[in-house]
């Protein structure tokens, strides 16, 4: 008898502990912050935000499944972006709806004379229908007034004049070229958004970063109140993004 008595207070230890581990793993993944983006352009910010993932999953502050970058479904405007995002579902089933953190990567990018960017009203009511209240979305944006390269810049140089996408370009590579005049010695405005230079961009601007995500604060906060992402140029919100992906840390113990 005192064998068999024995036997079940093993056996009821060992329900408990493996119960306590199913309840703590279960925690775990309840808690566990995810995130998704989609992005306005197909490869340029995509890659860039690549780059950050990898660097934190190397050194495994998240795991494989922690980020989402949506496909891209060519959707070149802020609207057709945010919709890109609503219509996101893996094959669990999982939507948008379910990430913790949930971002759309935009730029103002000012309409040309000889067509091309946006218009304001596009680019507000993408801002506008992510924020709204009645549809409960409470999707992030991180936009850039008025184009991505925006935030490479700041790593540079604090700025508050207003700049066109062509000046900043060549603004950008500038500073890159004297950064690094090797990487960077073929870099153009016709290649500066390929995956490669992403890559090399990121590279070169991270012992850079905390300069410009407080540049980008700075800026942010000399419009004070009145502040217009659609109208302030130049204005960012790209390094809010930056600085959540910098802080997740979701690996499971």
Known sequence: MGRRRGGDKLFQKNREKT??????????????????????????SPTYFQMIINKLIAERKITQDSIVIVPHDGSTHPTGVLSNLKSYT?????????????????????????????????????LANAKSKKSNLNIEVAYANDA???????????????????VLLKL???????????????????????????????????????TAISNAQKLLSSYG???????????TTIHCLVDILNNLKNELK
């Not at 949930?102 to 000012?110: A, H, L």
Request: charged fraction near 30%; aromatic fraction near 12%; hydrophobic fraction near 30%.
């Open 19 to 44: 119960k306590r581990e199913f309840n703590r793993s279960v925690n775990n993944k309840l808690l566990k912050d995810d995130i998704i983006i989609a992005c306005e352009d197909s490869i340029s």
């Open 90 to 126: 893996n094959t669990f089933g999982k939507t948008y709806k379910a990430f913790t953190h949930k971002w759309i990567v935009i730029d103002r990018d000012f309409e040309g004379v000889n067509g091309g960017g946006h218009t304001a009203e596009d680019f507000n009511n993408a």
């Open 148 to 166: 991505f390269e925006l935030w490479y810049l700041l790593h540079f140089e604090y700025r508050t004049t207003s700049i066109s996408r062509d």
């Open 172 to 210: 950008v590579i500038k500073r890159l070229k004297q950064l690094d005049p090797y990487k960077f010695s073929k870099l153009n405005k016709e290649n500066i958004k390929q995956s490669n230079y992403a890559k090399y961009i990121y590279e070169a601007l991270l012992p850079l970063q905390k």
């Open 225 to 235: 109140d009145d502040h217009n992402p659609e109208r302030d140029n130049p204005s």
